[in-house]
């Protein structure tokens, strides 16, 4: 092999090695909808430990739980906190004023899925306010 097809082929190698994330969840993650970004989530790994930053604007969901308008993504990210790893799902936190909103993630190749996890109490409110329970929002890999 000819010397510089041997660089070429390294050079070629090693970006793609550094290109690769470290795990399935490593990346940045798009939220859309009708052409607007909704959700940007920034997940990293190092040393085994996932750290991450979200962004989401405000959504609106039809009665059966699916999109029915969003708003655009502020561009300042929020932390997460609290990441950890249960089964297929990656589950993270983030505060929102006083509040703390749980999340929890399932990849399936470049896409995923993002689901609101909501305690008890919470959906016994959203049942009294009458609003849809959100259904799991798709996010692709940017």
Same mark, same amino acid.
């Given at each position: 092999m000819p010397?510089? %097809?041997? =660089?070429?082929?390294? &050079?070629?190698? +090693?970006?793609? %090695?550094?290109?690769?994330? @470290? +795990?399935?969840?490593? $990346? +940045?993650? /798009? *939220?859309q909808f009708e052409g607007t970004t909704w959700a940007i989530l920034e997940?990293?790994? %190092?040393? $085994? =430990? =996932?750290?991450?930053?979200?962004?989401? *604007?405000? /959504?609106?969901?039809?009665?059966? *739980? &699916?999109?029915?308008? =969003?708003?655009? @993504?502020p561009k300042e990210l929020s932390p997460i906190f609290d990441v950890r790893q249960r089964g297929a799902f990656i589950v993270f936190s983030r505060k929102e004023g006083d509040d703390t909103e749980q999340f929890e993630m399932e990849v399936t190749g470049t896409e995923a899925e993002l689901r609101f996890v909501l305690t008890d109490e919470i959906r016994r409110e959203f049942a009294s306010e009458g609003l849809p329970i959100p259904k799991p929002l798709r996010l692709k890999r940017r």
């Open positions: 010397l510089l %097809a041997l =660089v070429l082929t390294l &050079t070629a190698a +090693t970006f793609q %090695a550094a290109q690769a994330p @470290a +795990t399935k969840y490593d $990346g +940045t993650w /798009i *939220g997940l990293r790994t %190092a040393n $085994g =430990v =996932v750290t991450g930053r979200i962004s989401t *604007g405000n /959504i609106e969901m039809h009665m059966d *739980g &699916t999109l029915k308008h =969003v708003e655009l @993504a």
